[in-house]
């Protein structure tokens, strides 16, 4: 496992930034062991002030995810500089281990709780104990449902995310063009789709935004979907696992094209990616976009899939900048610490099952080969080296 330097952000707290492969080996994959254990209750920089403001819980899912990783280490730190405590807790993808962290910060007095959940409908007990304890709890770029104590919601606008995996997919295969405009490709074109985990709320966001926007090219018969499976129970990949989306894949091939060729893959995020372009790696297709590898998408920017779209093998990702999200969990904790209600630029739109949860949302931005400089190098986000090793150093 390897940390990098990122650039200070809010509350002058500096990032680490640590690689961790996803699960199985595939194209662009760096290979660690999946941390399934909860880390130990962090330690603060801040001595004596830190406890005499108290403890804050952090239940990340998993460190099979570079990003959760970087989210963990940047909402610790910016607390840490503000002189709390921090209990960083990751369940390694396992609901029960995260049920029993979140219990335990509640035992152990945490002041207020930031959540990313695994699962976003199995938490309601833990946060009615913490709603009697009279503890805030933030979601953590994943809505927790049906439950009325959750107080607070800090994302990416996740339709929007699904409008530019899908536009990113118009624009490979030469429908779209970078800047909106139509392109000179006619069709049809030959793709299937991948969606996230369904246990995971955002996978329904990023979804629904994108095959709205494939839907119309659907209809008219531009694109085509050979295996028939557009329904996203019939797509979608449990914990968002590279390996699964692999299978997948592999059968996919199997079954639909073996007089077909594939042109282009909707994948929501860089890991089912890396998966998808092993398994049409080894079917034979590319190795290059350029000598015929379909048009694969994806999600985080993480460094592995960086330097695949480098190397022109996957054609895009989307670049959510999670230093900006852990720093806007940081202002929401400070707020309701301080006994305010945090700003929400969104009052209507995420509904969890029992209430509208007050949302902060922020940007996202298509990363393409000729924008990883300006927007991941120049941003700090990732050097120019890591983007040619495809290892964060």
């Keep these: 496992m390897k940390g990098k330097k990122l650039i200070a952000v809010a509350a002058g707290a500096v990032m680490a930034f640590t690689l961790a492969a996803c699960s199985g080996s595939g194209a662009g994959d760096d290979s660690s062991a999946d941390a399934t254990t909860s880390a130990a209750p962090a330690e603060s920089n801040g001595g004596d002030a830190a406890m005499e403001k108290g403890t804050i819980g952090v239940a990340m899912p998993t460190q099979t995810s570079e990003r959760w990783i970087a989210d963990g280490d940047a909402v610790k730190k910016g607390l840490e500089a503000e002189g709390y405590t921090v209990d960083l807790q990751f369940a390694g993808d396992d609901i029960p281990t995260q049920s029993q962290q979140i219990d335990s910060m509640i035992t152990n007095g945490s002041q207020l709780l930031i959540v990313a959940a695994i699962d976003g409908t199995a938490l309601s007990g833990q946060l009615e104990a913490a709603a009697a304890a009279g503890i805030p709890v933030i979601a953590y770029d994943r809505l927790i449902r049906d439950t009325p104590n959750v107080d607070y919601y800090v994302t990416f606008d996740n339709y929007k995310v699904g409008v530019q995996q899908a536009t990113s997919l118009l624009v490979g295969l030469g429908i779209l063009n970078e800047d909106g405009s139509e392109g000179d490709a006619e069709g049809p074109f030959n793709i299937e789709l991948f ?3 369904l246990d995971d709320n955002n996978a329904f966001f990023f979804f629904n935004g994108a095959i709205d926007t494939l839907q119309p090219y659907i209809d008219s018969g531009v694109l085509v979907v050979p295996s028939g499976q557009t329904e996203i129970e019939q797509v979608a990949t449990l914990r968002w696992a590279q390996e699964t989306a692999q299978k997948r894949m592999e059968d996919l091939l199997t079954a639909n094209y073996a007089s077909e060729t594939l042109n282009g893959v909707l994948s929501p995020y860089d890991g089912i990616s890396r998966g998808i372009l092993t398994a049409l790696s080894n079917a034979g297709y590319g190795p290059t976009i350029a ?30 900048d999670t230093r900006k999200l852990a720093a806007q969990a940081v202002v929401g904790a400070l ?29 996202s931005d298509i990363v ?12 700090g986000y990732w050097t120019a080296d890591e983007v040619a090793s495809g290892v964060a150093e």
């Design 195 to 197: 969606a996230g985990s």
């Design 291 to 320: 000598d015929g590898m379909p048009v694969v998408t994806g999600q985080d920017a993480e460094i592995a899939s960086v330097k695949l779209i480098n190397d022109d093998v996957q054609f895009a990702t989307i670049f959510k």
């Design 335 to 363: 707020s309701f610490l301080d006994g305010a209600e945090p700003e929400a630029n969104d009052t209507t739109t995420y509904d969890n099952g029992v209430k509208v949860v007050p949302s902060y949302l922020l940007d």
């Design 368 to 379: 393409y080969k000729d924008n990883i400089t300006s927007l991941l190098v120049d941003s």
